[in-house]
């Protein structure tokens, strides 16, 4: 067991030492070579001044002042070994957690793990959000949906262990190549609608769809990952407790999900599509702002541009498309992540998006009938006076009343 321990703290420090600059590869490799041959000519239980630390202090890689200022790093990082895994490096790290590439070692094959900081680990509240990604995850097995292995924790480290994906973020692309074309979005929106149908059709909402929760692997499929906001729609006590919350990101939130309402279902994640193929095909976020709360407004009262108005050669399908998704009444979008399939796949094939069409001809409908009610009004209200037959009525009064009086004149002159 202590030469376990011991070659552990081991292969973190060589590791450190490497990463900081304060040794290179090979002077590593010779400290390991010369404590080999000292424990092959030692009882294995007798460690002391074997480690690697002391070996490389001895051979003047490093100084001893040096060990003791990364120390606790290398403490840190022995705390968050997570059994039957082998932490490789960190891909990358955020608010809510950071994510390791790590080894499984029991089937021989790369995953990605995440880990909740320690910050938040006596926080019952964010601890039980993050057991709850996992448990979304769990639920769903798709090929478009990053695939969930098991969550847990050890050593007061909560983990998540999660399929590794060799790749990009769609954001990635974004960010250092530009817009995609509309083939090439349309081809990763097609994926992307798939995995999403399959959670709404399992009774979940993702509730945080953009391009850095898209992947991209190197043979061009696309992986919907994070459910860290994901919610079965079903759960009224978690809608409650989360009433008058806005959950997601700025630039692709849905206005219900400004508003914190309580009965947020799969047509917000159509509206977060929605903005996440407008930001693919433009380049640009549908709404920009000095601020979040900036953003946010925007996505409750202004209308974006289309994108076949920024950039002409997209089809006028694929904006309409957009300008569904992106409704400001949910009632107004597709309804059924299926009908957005449809008309995406109608699309690609070179034909109109008739879905979409139907909620245009509705739409236009209702405003056609309101704007004929309103014509009628105002040609009511500028008819002259005597097609009125009021009009008409009173002067027959008077009429009938000047004709009496005369009468009575007439008899009264002629006594």
Same mark, same amino acid.
């Given at each position: 067991?202590?030469e376990?321990?011991q070659?552990?703290l081991?292969?973190?420090?060589?590791?450190l030492?490497?990463?900081?600059?304060?040794?290179?590869?090979?002077e590593v490799?010779?400290a390991?070579?010369?404590?080999?041959q000292?424990?092959?000519?030692s009882?294995?239980?007798?460690?002391?001044?074997?480690?690697?630390?002391?070996?490389?202090?001895e051979?003047?890689?490093?100084?001893?002042?040096?060990?003791?200022r990364?120390?606790?790093?290398i403490?840190?990082?022995?705390?968050?070994q997570?059994?039957?895994?082998?932490?490789?490096?960190?891909?990358?790290?955020?608010?809510m957690a950071?994510v390791?590439?790590a080894?499984?070692?029991?089937?021989?094959r790369?995953?990605?793990i995440k880990?909740?900081?320690r910050?938040?680990?006596?926080?019952?509240?964010f601890v039980?959000?993050?057991?709850?990604?996992?448990?979304?995850?769990a639920?769903l097995?798709?090929?478009?949906?990053?695939?969930?292995?098991?969550?847990?924790?050890?050593a007061e480290?909560?983990y998540?262990?999660?399929?590794?994906?060799?790749?990009?973020?769609?954001?990635?692309?974004?960010?250092h190549?530009?817009?995609?074309?509309?083939?090439?979005a349309?081809?990763?929106i097609?994926?992307?609608?798939?995995?999403?149908?399959?959670a709404?059709?399992?009774?979940?909402i993702?509730r945080d769809?953009?391009?850095?929760?898209?992947?991209i692997?190197?043979?061009?499929?696309a992986?919907?990952?994070?459910m860290?906001?994901?919610?079965?729609?079903?759960?009224?006590?978690?809608?409650?407790?989360?009433?008058?919350?806005a959950?997601g990101?700025?630039?692709?939130?849905?206005?219900e999900q400004?508003?914190?309402?309580i009965?947020?279902?799969f047509?917000?994640?159509i509206?977060?599509?929605?903005?996440t193929?407008y930001?693919?095909?433009?380049?640009?976020v549908?709404?920009?702002?000095?601020?979040?709360?900036a953003?946010?407004?925007m996505?409750?009262?202004?209308?974006?541009?289309?994108v076949?108005h920024?950039?002409?050669?997209?089809s006028?399908g694929?904006a309409?498309v957009?300008e569904?998704?992106?409704?400001?009444?949910?009632?107004k979008?597709?309804?059924?992540?299926?009908?957005l399939?449809?008309?995406?796949?109608?699309?690609?094939?070179? $034909?109109? /998006?008739?879905? #979409?069409?139907?909620? &245009?001809? @509705?739409a236009?409908?209702?405003?056609?009938? !309101?704007s004929?009610?309103?014509q009628?009004?105002i040609?009511?209200? $500028?008819? /002259?006076v005597? #097609?009125?037959?009021? &009009?008409? @009525?009173?002067?027959g009064?008077?009429?009938? !009343?000047?004709?009496?009086l005369l009468?009575i004149?007439?008899?009264t002159?002629?006594?």
């Amino acid at each position: 067991m202590a030469e376990n321990q011991q070659s552990s703290l081991d292969s973190l420090l060589g590791k450190l030492v490497i990463e900081r600059g304060l040794a290179t590869s090979d002077e590593v490799q010779d400290a390991y070579a010369l404590q080999k041959q000292r424990l092959d000519r030692s009882d294995l239980e007798n460690l002391a001044g074997q480690s690697l630390a002391d070996l490389l202090v001895e051979t003047g890689v490093v100084t001893r002042a040096q060990i003791e200022r990364i120390r606790p790093e290398i403490e840190e990082r022995q705390r968050r070994q997570i059994p039957g895994y082998q932490l490789i490096e960190r891909l990358g790290a955020g608010a809510m957690a950071t994510v390791y590439k790590a080894k499984q070692l029991s089937l021989d094959r790369m995953v990605a793990i995440k880990v909740l900081p320690r910050k938040y680990t006596q926080r019952p509240e964010f601890v039980e959000r993050f057991y709850e990604e996992g448990k979304s995850a769990a639920k769903l097995n798709h090929p478009n949906i990053v695939g969930a292995i098991e969550v847990g924790e050890a050593a007061e480290t909560h983990y998540f262990v999660m399929e590794y994906v060799e790749g990009k973020t769609v954001f990635d692309d974004i960010t250092h190549r530009g817009r995609y074309s509309e083939p090439e979005a349309l081809d990763i929106i097609v994926q992307i609608t798939k995995a999403l149908d399959h959670a709404h059709q399992k009774g979940l909402i993702h509730r945080d769809v953009k391009p850095k929760n898209i992947m991209i692997t190197q043979d061009g499929v696309a992986k919907l990952a994070d459910m860290g906001l994901a919610r079965a729609i079903s759960d009224r006590e978690a809608a409650e407790q989360e009433a008058g919350k806005a959950f997601g990101t700025p630039y692709y939130i849905s206005p219900e999900q400004i508003r914190g309402e309580i009965d947020v279902d799969f047509r917000a994640d159509i509206y977060s599509l929605g903005c996440t193929l407008y930001h693919m095909v433009t380049g640009r976020v549908p709404f920009d702002g000095p601020n979040p709360s900036a953003v946010m407004q925007m996505h409750l009262k202004n209308q974006p541009k289309p994108v076949d108005h920024i950039h002409p050669e997209l089809s006028s399908g694929l904006a309409e498309v957009i300008e569904v998704c992106m409704a400001k009444e949910r009632n107004k979008r597709y309804a059924s992540t299926a009908e957005l399939l449809d008309d995406l796949q109608a699309i690609q094939r070179g $034909e109109p /998006p008739m879905q #979409a069409r139907k909620m &245009f001809d @509705l739409a236009q409908l209702t405003s056609l009938e !309101s704007s004929e009610t309103k014509q009628l009004k105002i040609i009511d209200s $500028e008819l /002259p006076v005597t #097609a009125n037959p009021l &009009f008409w @009525l009173m002067i027959g009064g008077w009429s009938v !009343s000047v004709l009496l009086l005369l009468l009575i004149v007439i008899l009264t002159l002629t006594r």
